[in-house]
C-alpha cells in the first residue's frame, strides 16, 4: 500500500469531522471523537506520513477510504 502524502492538520480534521467525529479539546494536538474511538492529530504541517497512516487505521478506516474523503 502507498504511503500517504504529507497532509496539513487543518485538512486532516476536515475529513474527520465529514464521518462524525468532533473535536473533543485542543492543545499542541487535537483530540478528535466519535463517541467510541478517539484519535490524536499533531498540529504539525504536514502530518508525517508515516502518522498519518496510524491515524487512518485508528478511526477504522483504509487509506482508500481516507483518500476519497480528502
Not at 497532509?7 to 469531522?17: E, P, S, W
Not at 465529514?18 to 473533543?24: D, G, H, L
Not at 504541517?45 to 476519497?68: C, H, S, W, Y
Request: no cysteine; net charge positive.
Amino acid at each position: 500500500m502507498a504511503k500517504l502524502p504529507g497532509i496539513n492538520h487543518l485538512d486532516v480534521v476536515r475529513v474527520f469531522k465529514k464521518i462524525n467525529f468532533w473535536v473533543a479539546r485542543q492543545g499542541k494536538h487535537i483530540v478528535m471523537t466519535d463517541g467510541n474511538k478517539i484519535i490524536t492529530i499533531p498540529r504539525h504541517n504536514p502530518v508525517n506520513a508515516i502518522t498519518m497512516g496510524n491515524i487512518i487505521r485508528d478511526a477504522g478506516l483504509t487509506k482508500e477510504d481516507f483518500k476519497k474523503l480528502l
